[in-house]
């Protein structure tokens, strides 16, 4: 038996676990710039610039980096009695709790999802200034909104099933001709995601992302990191992408967290929108330019727990892993499809 999906406006917080509070805030508000709307010794409630929602990210000092949970706003108070009977009738581990539970949040209802994700789900939430206008409070990197997780899954093809049962809308994926699917974005919002599956031993959280208004923030965060001494935080990019279409970065926090800024991708509204897919062995859809992904991108991400705060046992992937399929088999990935004489960049594999 099912139940009817909860209707879900957005991706709205991430609650991360650091293995030390102070360094992370060092990372989070003073080199990249995040509001703190409320703080105390155990943990860090920040938003982004244009968030009038309490907090995007939550911050919490424990003896396990990880991800605790993944929080989407929903339209109304009782679409969390939805999400409670859709997951029920999923056969999942639900929990609701009382407003406070989370601080600056009303009433949450928790679940450990099919594939493994600590998601919840809110409605009531304490509603902080929206710093839109208070340029003032601008830095040169500025990051204006929380756009989406990434999650690292074994089975993209019943992961991506589960997310439009729960109403998301896929905009793009990555596949090859043998029908194996790499990865594929999911939005709920009228962006080309507010979730993505990234084929892999899951479940792991691979990043989240927040947006910039414009390239040259994001160009800035590189300046400064390079400044500060600190470009080994730099994972991958700046670069262009070639699915969502977007200019990004990829950092990693000092727990190893990554964390992705991101800007410029376009909008999927229409019930109608196109899904774009790309062919896994076309070296411009990572990155548009064809600049090659580093390995660690592929192989590296975070621990999720479960309801317990314990770490939920991985699962491996049974169909080809894309790091091997486009870098370990050079010669079969292209940039011109038709083009047999080469145009794949030998010198660019890693
Ligand atoms: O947000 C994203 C958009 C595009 C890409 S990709 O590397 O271009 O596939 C990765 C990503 O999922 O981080
Ligand atoms: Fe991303």
Redesign the pocket.
């Known amino acids: 038996m099912t139940a009817a999906p909860p209707d879900i406006l957005r991706c709205a917080y991430l609650e991360l676990v650091v293995g030390d509070l102070a360094a992370a805030r060092e990372f989070y508000v003073d080199v990249l710039g995040l509001v703190v709307t409320e703080e105390n010794g155990r943990e860090i409630h920040l938003r982004a610039l244009e968030e009038f929602i309490h907090h995007n990210l939550v911050l919490r000092e424990g003896p396990v980096p990880a991800v605790a949970a993944f929080g989407f706003r929903v339209r109304t108070p009782r679409d969390l009695d939805a999400a409670e009977a859709h997951y029920r009738a999923l056969g999942c581990a639900v929990r609701r709790e009382p407003p406070g539970f989370r601080t600056g949040v009303g009433e949450v209802v928790r679940v450990l999802d099919p594939l493994g994700f600590p998601y919840e789900f809110f409605h009531d939430v304490a509603h902080v200034p929206r710093l839109t206008w208070r340029y003032e409070q601008y830095g040169a990197g500025a990051i204006v909104r929380l756009d989406?997780f990434?999650q690292v899954c074994p089975d993209v093809v019943a992961g991506a099933a589960y997310l439009e049962g729960l109403g998301f809308k896929r905009t793009e994926d990555i596949r090859d001709d043998d029908g194996v699917t790499y990865?594929a974005?999911l939005a709920r919002k009228d962006t080309v995601?507010d979730t993505?599956l990234t084929g892999g031993a899951g479940p792991r959280m691979h990043?989240i992302?927040f947006a910039t208004h414009e390239r040259h923030n994001i160009l800035y965060i590189c300046d400064k990191l390079g400044a500060l001494r600190r470009s080994d935080a730099i994972e991958r990019g700046p670069g262009r992408?070639?699915?969502?279409n977007?200019f990004y970065l990829y950092l990693r926090d000092p727990d190893g967290h990554r964390i992705?800024v991101?800007t410029q991708d376009y909008y999927t509204g229409d019930p109608d929108n196109p899904v774009v897919t790309w062919d896994v062995h076309d070296e411009q859809?990572?990155d548009w330019w064809g600049h090659p992904v580093v390995p660690s991108w592929y192989t590296e991400a975070s621990t999720v727990l479960d309801l317990d705060g314990d770490p939920v046992p991985l699962r491996e992937r049974e169909e080809p892993a894309e790091m091997d399929v486009t870098v370990g088999a050079d010669g079969f990935s292209y940039t011109r499809k038709d083009d047999t004489g080469g145009g794949f960049k030998l010198g660019g594999q890693l």
């Not at 992408?241 to 969502?244: A, D, E, R």
């Open positions: 989406h990434n990865a974005w995601h993505a990043h992302a992408h070639g699915v969502s977007a992705e991101y859809r990572r």
